[in-house]
């Protein structure tokens, strides 16, 4: 939907409700049906003023009203942005994208950006505990939420172990399947370092956000049943999309 589209006479008076409240109101209605989704962005304070035929004070009281029930972020010289609700994304033993989304009633996706062997960066060896120059199968992926990106993964799996691995990705394979194929029935997290940075402009690109604002940035490392590292990744999410959750029991 189009500004222009959407209703554009001024609020009336009714009784008992202010008008600020009334054009806070009709955001938030078209907030919940997202007239703004396209980009994210609500139009301009002149321009909402101009719409509802009300003095930018007045105005601007029904933009606070939006940020304090936390609907609108404003980010200074660029505008006012729909706040989307925060996805809890558990940290555990036993973390898994699909699972955790799918307990939120959400649907996991995931397009494949890269997928290739390669000489195993340094972080990548040490926590795989790989020799220097050893092959890695380094896999990247956009993860998404109901078709929206949350985070992009990258991820890195000894070759000599899991030769093979990439073609089968290729062929729409889920990677649970892919590791019990190479006999990994079962895996666990051995550890998430959690830190946060700023994106590159192609990360922001491809998460849909602008690149002033920080990630989320997850380093983590899978064993299996044995302990033997089979998975290094680097995951960055979205910090106005997801909210990471450690869980710390023993059946996490």
């Known amino acids: 939907m189009t500004f222009g589209q959407l209703i554009t006479s001024p609020p009336g008076r009714r009784s008992g409700v202010t008008v600020w409240r009334q054009i ?71 973390t898994r994208f699909s699972e955790n989304l799918l307990r939120q009633g959400l649907l996991p996706s995931k397009q494949l950006l890269t997928a290739r062997d390669m000489p195993a960066p340094e972080r990548a060896a040490l926590e795989l505990k790989l020799d220097r120059g050893a092959k890695v199968l380094m896999v990247e992926t956009l993860d998404e939420a109901n078709g929206e990106p949350i985070g992009l993964a990258t991820a890195y799996y000894p070759a000599l172990r899991f030769g093979g691995l990439l073609e089968m990705l290729a ?72 909210q990471l959750v450690v869980n710390t029991g023993d059946n996490a």
Not at 76 to 91: C, I, K, N, S, W
Not at 184 to 208: F, G, H
């Open 24 to 94: 806070a109101d009709t955001l938030t209605t078209e907030i919940r049906d997202r007239a703004y989704a396209d980009t994210g962005r609500l139009p301009g304070e002149v321009a909402l003023a101009a719409r509802f035929g009300v003095n930018r004070h007045t105005l601007r009281q029904a933009v606070a009203a939006l940020q304090s029930e936390g609907l609108v972020r404003i980010e200074p010289g660029r505008g006012m942005f729909v706040q989307h609700e925060l996805l809890d994304y558990a940290l555990s033993k036993r």
């Open 171 to 242: 062929d729409g394979m889920r990677s649970t399947d892919i590791l019990k194929h190479f006999d990994v029935q079962d895996y666990v997290r051995s550890q998430s370092r959690i830190t946060t940075q700023l994106p590159s402009d192609e990360t922001a690109r491809l998460l849909k956000q602008p690149a002033t604002r920080p990630l989320l940035c997850v380093e983590c490392l899978d064993v299996d049943m044995q302990g033997t590292p089979i998975k290094y990744g680097e995951t960055v999410f979205c910090g106005d999309r997801v």
